[in-house]
């Protein structure tokens, strides 16, 4: 397997508004799943050990959004409706990152 120092990591995010991320987790001897890390700068970074979003097969899991303002990480200012649309926000961008829309959402 190839190995990826976290020095070249950084170079490419300069460069990238996402990167994805290929492993394989077998399933059985005869299947495996595809899982693919999504990631953009255009949201607001995981805060925790989990990822933005991660693609298996035809299905995209997000991980939950609240109103962070992505430069700041802080949550934007203006009560909840503003909150609601930033997180919204955030989470168009993400869908963005994996070539999705809000029309592919089912819930």
Same mark, same amino acid.
């Given at each position: ?6 020095? %070249? ?8 508004? %996402? ?10 001897? #005869?299947? #495996? ?29 997000? #991980? ?28 168009? %961008? ?14």
């Amino acid at each position: 397997k190839p190995v990826i120092s976290a020095e %070249h990591i950084s170079d490419t995010l300069q460069y990238c508004d %996402h990167i994805t991320i290929v492993t394989s987790v077998s399933v059985n001897m #005869s299947n #495996s799943l595809r899982r693919v890390i999504i990631a953009t700068k255009k949201a607001p970074d995981a805060i925790g050990p989990y990822n933005q979003a991660v693609q298996v097969g035809n299905t995209l899991y997000i #991980s939950g959004q609240i109103g962070f303002v992505p430069e700041t990480m802080e949550v934007i200012k203006g009560g909840v409706v503003t909150e609601a649309k930033q997180a919204l926000t955030n989470m168009g %961008h993400i869908l963005e990152a994996a070539n999705c829309n809000f029309d592919n959402v089912v819930k």
